[in-house]
Nanobody, 121 residues
């Protein structure tokens, strides 16, 4: 059984910073891609950032230059540092990871439970 446990988030005024982390736990053989999406009321799920095992990363256009994704492979954890936050960054942030479990074949995608980020004016 694999779980992604998120922590962090919260509320901040515009221009401030918040961080998120997401730890993969359970019967893990290897963790491949890790990343973040977000959802806000009335909007579709939006891509935020991805990082692969060698730490190559990519970002959604709306967060490029303001957010930074990183990972600790030894801890199977992905982080998201969010700076210069804007009200439109408000939403529930979900982490995901592509994980191969012990004794399994192909990697599968797992999702965290989501963390609220609220940015006020």
């Amino acid at each position: 059984q694999v779980q992604l446990v998120e922590s962090g988030g919260g509320s901040v005024q515009a221009g401030g910073s918040l961080s998120l982390s997401c730890a993969a736990t359970g019967s893990i053989f290897s963790v491949h891609t890790m990343g973040w999406y977000r959802e806000s009321p009335g909007n579709e799920r939006e891509y935020v950032a991805t990082i692969i095992r060698d730490s190559s990363s990519s970002y959604g256009e709306s967060v490029q230059g303001r957010f930074a994704i990183s990972r600790d492979n030894a801890k199977n954890t992905v982080y998201l540092e969010m700076d210069h936050l804007r009200p439109e960054d408000t939403g529930v942030y979900y982490c995901y990871a592509t994980i191969r479990t012990t004794g399994s074949g192909e990697p599968m995608e797992y999702w965290g439970e989501g963390k609220q980020v609220t940015v006020s004016t």
